[in-house]
């Protein structure tokens, strides 16, 4: 038994009208104060003014936001009593909204959520995701990623009712998003989409959005990372990064997830420059001991128009793809560019390895690596050295 | 060959289970004990709930317990099943964190630390493999 979900998807000009078309008294907004800077909480408050509900606003989301946060805005919640919840943001606004809900509709502590638990959170509220980067694919996943602080760690968490009731992908949402952002999250839109297409997880149903999220990233995002104001790359990269979301939210993320986390953890490298460094690294791993992930890689780059030829050579095409398109939107190729000092990496090499030896997503390849092959992993990363074992 | 849902079986998992420097080393900081519920269904005409203490690396207990003692421990999780997706994790068929993602495993407790403990789950499941089961009809 497998499932598949899906939110009622909004997208293009203009979709966040589709906000003063919904039924609701009370909406509890949950985002990060950049956004509201930016104005674009004020552009959400207008429509939701039209459909006559009242709005408040929780703007204390800060990046990989941590449990305490997320029971602070529960609190909140509780007091204010909305039917509607509404995260604004990336994926760490998102994810603070799904867990809100739980906090609020459930009345438990964030880490008590668990799948197996029924919940009627809708009996309380309804969730409407808004992303206002295109990588996270929150919008369109049940999937939580919070950070315990004490312990210097992420963890992943989610019920099926964390899936959003709409996502609204407005382009206008997202034309203010710097170059740096642009490029971090579009790379973690790849990874989710590359690593969904060849998770043990994976069903038909998640191939056909992960295949054309590849081949949307592939096309539009160096176009977006060099000209911020073209309106048509930036709709699609919205439309990859939550194809990317179904993708491996109904399946499973991977190793670049697992490695990405594990020094996102420890030296807060923005989540998806960490996963997508580590990608091509372990899309090479998964090349010298997999066939059957060779051949789906192989797929994707014929999909994509990148290579021709046998699977083997299409499969290292697109890791040599994947790393042009990353360094062509300023992403690090090595954890040594990305700034951290070899000594603290390598001090820190146990925590890394114990981290990622822990995550679902290290057990959803068809080649699951043991701690030995995983430090070998994050050392091959620090340098640049190709996994060729 | 032991019957699952049995003490013969539940003592021969233990074993396993200490017997595996794997599992010992995926689950060194691992503290928390468990009732693995087999859920009646067929042959099994009321709920068989077997105890397992899980302490770094180690099994220090095992019990088997009925519905009318099930009060006798207060594990820390509580996980579920029909016997048919008991065997299907066993046989590894499916992996258990996906069974609990997908609510065929039914898990009571704190996710968030069992999904701190992948590695030893899957170990766990290795135990297993290693007790010659006879399932109940």
Redesign the interface.
């Known amino acids: ?3 598949f979900g899906v939110p009622f998807t909004v997208f293009g000009d203009d979709a966040l009208q589709y906000l003063n078309t919904i039924l609701g008294k009370r909406a509890f907004i949950i985002t990060d104060k950049n956004i509201v800077k930016l104005g674009l909480i004020e552009l959400i408050g207008a429509e939701l003014k039209q459909a006559n509900i009242d709005w408040k606003v929780f703007d204390e989301v800060e990046p990989d936001p941590s449990i305490q946060t997320v029971i602070k805005s529960a609190t909140l919640a509780k007091d204010f009593k909305p039917d509607l919840i509404i995260g604004v943001g990336g994926g760490s606004c998102m994810d603070a909204a799904k867990s809100t809900l739980v906090c609020y509709g459930a009345n438990i502590a ?8 029924f919940y009627n959170l809708r009996a309380t509220a309804r969730l409407i995701c808004i992303p206002t980067t295109s990588g996270t694919g929150s919008e369109a996943t049940w999937a939580i990623v919070l950070t ?1 602080t004490e312990n210097q ?1 992420k ?3 989610g019920s099926y009712e964390t899936l959003p009731d709409i996502a609204i992908l407005d382009p206008r949402m997202v034309m203010s998003m710097p170059p740096q952002i642009t490029g971090d999250t579009g790379m973690d839109a790849l990874c989710h989409a590359i690593e969904g297409y060849t998770a ?2 994976r069903t038909s149903f998640t191939d056909g959005p992960g295949l054309m999220a590849i081949r949307i990233v592939f096309e539009n995002l160096k176009k977006a990372y060099d000209n911020g104001k073209d309106e048509e790359a930036r709709k699609q990269m919205m439309c990859a990064a939550s194809m990317g979301g179904t993708c491996f939210g109904n399946g ?1 993320a991977g190793l670049g997830h697992s490695t990405g986390h594990a020094i996102g953890g420890l030296f807060h490298m923005p989540h998806g420059r960490a996963v997508g460094l580590y990608l091509p690294y372990t899309m090479e791993y998964l090349i010298n001991g997999s066939e059957e992930t060779t051949r789906r890689y192989a797929e994707i780059a014929r999909f994509c128009n990148l290579a021709e030829g046998d699977d083997k050579s299409c499969a290292l095409q697109l890791v040599k793809a994947v790393r042009e398109l990353a360094r062509s939107v300023g992403q690090p190729l090595t954890v040594r560019d990305a700034g951290i000092k070899r000594e603290d990496y390598m001090n820190a090499m146990a925590g890394l390895v114990e981290r990622a ?4 997503m ?3 390849v068809t080649r699951v690596p043991e701690a030995d092959d995983l430090e070998k992993i994050f050392i091959c990363a620090y340098d640049g050295t190709p996994c060729n074992f | 060959m032991a019957k699952f849902g049995t003490l013969e079986w539940a003592t021969q998992f233990m074993e396993a289970i200490n017997n595996s420097k794997a599992y010992e080393e ?1 689950a060194k900081t691992w503290e928390g004990d468990f009732y693995f519920i087999i859920e009646p269904g067929g042959s099994i005409k009321e709920p068989v709930y077997q105890y397992v203490d899980l302490w770094h690396g180690k099994c220090r207990k095992v019990d088997i317990v009925s519905e009318a003692e099930k009060d006798r421990y207060k594990p820390e999780f509580l996980l579920s099943a029909s016997v048919a997706t008991w065997r299907k994790v066993a046989e590894k068929k499916v ?1 258990p ?2 069974a ?14 069992v ?6 789950a ?1 170990e766990l499941v290795n135990c297993v493999t290693q007790v010659k089961t006879e399932y109940p009809e």
């Open positions: 038994m497998q499932f964030p880490l008590d959520m668990s799948p197996s638990d315990d760690r963890i992943a968490l043990t997880w499973m030896v822990n995550e679902a290290t057990i959803a | 995926a992996d964190i996906q609990i993602v997908t609510r065929q495993l039914k898990l009571q407790g704190n996710m968030g630390k999904m701190r403990a992948v590695k030893a899957q």
